[in-house]
């Protein structure tokens, strides 16, 4: 299928109609929807069809060649700008130009024949008049104020330019002035509907000796046609018009022969702005045969057309044509704005989470818009993820389990920029159970063909690259995500099939879209605080002289998990007199160690919930208060905390803060600690190790529990801790637990 950017314009219509004609099917693609043109009648719905939306949403335009098989673009469309005229110029310019880079994307993304723009003649002018005649290798002026002509040379410059840089075949089409079939509006067919009509036609507004470089619009469709599905192209830019430049009393001198006695009242000669030139036809004539009409002979086959009645009767139509624009495409079977990229495989159902889903719909929907947005913007043509927490967010399978040991894969998720997702696991068991919670398709991991029976190898590797060939992306840009999760043999699987891909690291897109929560996301964080409470109360409640340190981690974790978290979440802890703490606690789960008097537990539980975390310190004295040392550190830990918290607001970056947080403990301990800092976000790599500059904005979650390490020997680490919500003013602290010590 042929698709016609701006098809419901009248160079669209007609050539929608030469390439219907010759058998081809057509995608109209436009603003808005349109009834059929009269041009389109006999071809409507059958080989014609439309799709309404812009051309500068490149989700949309991938989704349309994805939906319907496009295989080549004609960038028709333009919006004339001006201070007279609907559209302001930014918005002209996006059109054509945002609008072509979209088509031309389109065309590298998929792998698309050809993409064809319309240019035009007017970009010749300003050339000097020693210039007799004007071609396409003539240099063009070098300063111009033409509207059209501008927009149109910068577009012709960058369908040469991803002509050069990825080997598209790309044609520019340097059209005339158009009249003719669907060109009601243009003067010379005013001028022709009057005259059949019998009426006098007055145009003061035109002076006879005005000047244009005419073309029927006929001829213009077919030039078109045949450069557009030409199965090779001599050159990269085309004139189309019929080579001359005849006066508005020419026209009329044509329309009175086809005509007899036709009144048409021109205003008299004026002085022309412009230079004129014929504009050479060579091109055409000798790559194709093809000679457009001269104006005499396209005007009457104008009339000839006109008598039809068709274009006449159209005027009277104006009304129900204009209530038809609001008229949605398809009612009967759907939206046809071919938007698939949004939707993917995601099965259809209610906004409403069921039982065996975390997430709506409408949440994933938003997730994968966003990875899709930052995904055009690198032209990255596919995500392949294997870190788990990346495969969890972009499935929505928030209750998917970790990989049993490390090392293992627990899971290949391929995320194209068009087309279907889907998530490859290691067996069907496995993928049944997991499809019950995912909103991408599940599937298990082809094994390696040949081995003995009883042997399975998971071609993790080579599975993906036979689905990315199936898709046609084997020489686009592939992101991996992330960049050291990938296990060694499957990036050798997809380096050796895919040769010509580009493997780029993408974790960082992903986390992007990540670290801004949703209320959905959010509604789970606070969840996870409430297995955070409950993991600190039943450590509270466990601890007495004499239990071990294991029974604690025990208490904690069960608790937890009766609060919905999953099984495994970390959980660190460590006890003991505090002056004899050295170093950082650890994980104490097989710790046989026992409690005593006077000791101090302290602890970081992270609980995951549908696969959120919240941390949380709460530090604990066992017997009787805790020592003044411990006291005094609890003291310069709340100060660090209140100073981070008086800052996490939207615009304030985590950088600034910890270094504030550090010039605080130096000025409250100085030469006490070599190093302090109190922010924390998990999904970043290293935590504060990592974007140390990031802004901060309203749904970010971060973990508040300053971190200070001694300058001599001592406990290094956190005392207390929460984990926040940046809102609008002061964050939001989920955890109802006060930042004190607690005796028991």
Excluded at 153 to 174: C, D, H, N
Excluded at 194 to 210: D, F, K, M, Q, S
Aim: hydrophobic share 40%.
């Amino acid at each position: 299928m042929i698709m016609i950017a701006g098809g419901s314009g009248f160079f669209g219509v007609n050539v929608a109609r030469c390439l219907a004609a010759r058998g081809h099917e057509v995608l109209l693609a436009q603003r808005h929807p349109i009834p059929p043109p009269v041009l389109l009648e006999n071809y409507w719905h059958r080989q014609v069809r439309q799709a309404a939306g812009d051309i500068v949403d490149l989700p949309f335009l991938l989704g349309l060649v994805k939906k319907f098989s496009v295989d080549s673009i004609i960038h028709a469309a333009h919006a004339t700008a001006g201070l007279h005229h609907e559209f302001p110029l930014y918005q002209t310019v996006r059109v054509q130009i945002q609008g072509l880079m979209n088509c031309l994307e389109a065309a590298r993304l998929m792998d698309l024949r050809r993409v064809t723009f319309i240019s035009s003649v007017d970009l010749y002018r300003g050339l000097p008049a020693q210039c007799d005649v004007w071609h396409e290798d003539a240099y063009l002026p070098p300063l111009s104020f033409s509207d059209v002509g501008n927009k149109k040379r910068a577009a012709e410059q960058i369908s040469l330019l991803y002509a050069k840089a990825y080997g598209l075949s790309v044609a520019s089409v340097r059209v005339g002035h158009n009249y003719g079939p669907a060109c009601d509006w243009q003067e010379e067919n005013q001028m022709i509907a009057n005259a059949l009509a019998g009426v006098t036609g007055e145009y003061p507004g035109i002076p006879a000796n005005r000047r244009r470089h005419t073309v029927y619009a006929k001829d213009s469709a077919e030039g078109t046609c045949l450069i557009h599905l030409a199965e090779s192209l001599k050159h990269y830019i085309y004139n189309l018009s019929d080579g001359g430049h005849p006066t508005m009393e020419e026209v009329r001198e044509a329309i009175r022969e086809v005509v007899p006695g036709a009144e048409i009242r021109l205003a008299p000669p004026g002085k022309e702005k412009t230079e004129y030139r014929p504009v050479s036809m060579q091109r055409m004539k000798e790559e194709f045969g093809f000679v457009p009409l001269d104006v005499r002979l396209g005007v009457k086959a104008c009339v000839d057309f006109m008598k039809e009645g068709k274009y006449l009767a159209r005027s009277r139509e104006k009304g129900n044509v204009e209530k038809a624009i609001t008229r949605p495409i398809n009612q009967d079977s759907g939206s046809d704005d071919g938007r698939g990229p949004q939707g993917g495989a995601m099965e259809q159902s209610s906004g409403a989470r069921d039982e065996t889903r975390s997430f709506s719909r409408e949440e994933m929907e938003r997730r994968h818009m966003r990875i899709r947005e930052g995904m055009q913007l690198r032209g990255m043509a596919c995500l392949v993820a294997v870190d788990n927490d990346i495969v969890r967010y972009i499935a929505g399978a928030a209750k998917h389990a970790t990989p049993h040991k490390p090392g293992d894969v627990t899971g290949v998720l391929i995320f194209p920029l068009l087309g279907d997702p889907v998530l490859l696991v290691a067996t069907s068991f496995h993928a049944q159970q997991l499809q019950k919670e995912s909103w991408v398709p599940v599937t298990a991991v082809a094994f390696r063909k040949g081995q003995p029976e009883g042997v399975r190898i998971r071609e993790y590797g080579l599975d993906t690259a036979e689905r990315l060939k199936a898709a046609g992306i084997e020489r686009g840009i592939v992101g991996l995500a992330t960049w050291r999760g990938v296990p060694a043999y499957v990036l050798e699987d997809l380096r050796r099939e895919l040769p010509r891909a580009s493997f780029v690291s993408a974790g960082d897109l992903v986390m992007e879209c990540r670290r801004i929560k949703s209320s959905e996301e959010l509604a789970l964080v606070r969840k996870a605080a409430e297995g955070a409470d409950a993991g600190i109360q039943a450590i509270v409640e466990a601890a007495r002289p004499g239990v071990t340190e294991a029974e604690l981690v025990a208490a904690c974790d069960y608790a937890m998990v009766r609060a919905g978290c999953e099984r495994g979440s970390m959980l660190l802890l460590g006890t003991g007199p505090f002056d004899q703490m050295q170093g950082a606690i650890m994980d104490t789960s097989q710790s046989q160690k026992r409690v005593r008097k006077g000791d101090v537990i302290l602890n970081e539980l992270s609980p995951v919930y549908h696969g959120y975390n919240s941390q949380l310190c709460v530090p604990i004295s066992v017997g009787e208060p805790p020592p003044a040392a411990f006291l005094e550190r609890m003291k310069i830990d709340n100060a660090l905390y209140d100073l981070a918290f008086g800052l996490i607001r939207p615009g304030n970056r985590q950088g600034d803060i910890d270094r504030k947080v550090k010039e605080l403990a130096d000025k409250l301990a100085p030469g006490q600690f070599t190093r302090a800092w109190a922010l924390q976000a998990h999904e970043l790599d290293h935590g504060q190790d990592r974007l140390t500059f990031e802004t901060m904005k309203a749904g970010m979650v971060w973990v508040n529990h300053p971190w200070t390490t001694p300058s001599s020997n001592g406990y290094e680490g956190h005392t207390i801790g929460n984990t926040l919500i940046v809102t609008e003013g002061d964050p939001e602290s989920i955890s109802r637990w006060p930042r004190d010590v607690v005796v028991v």
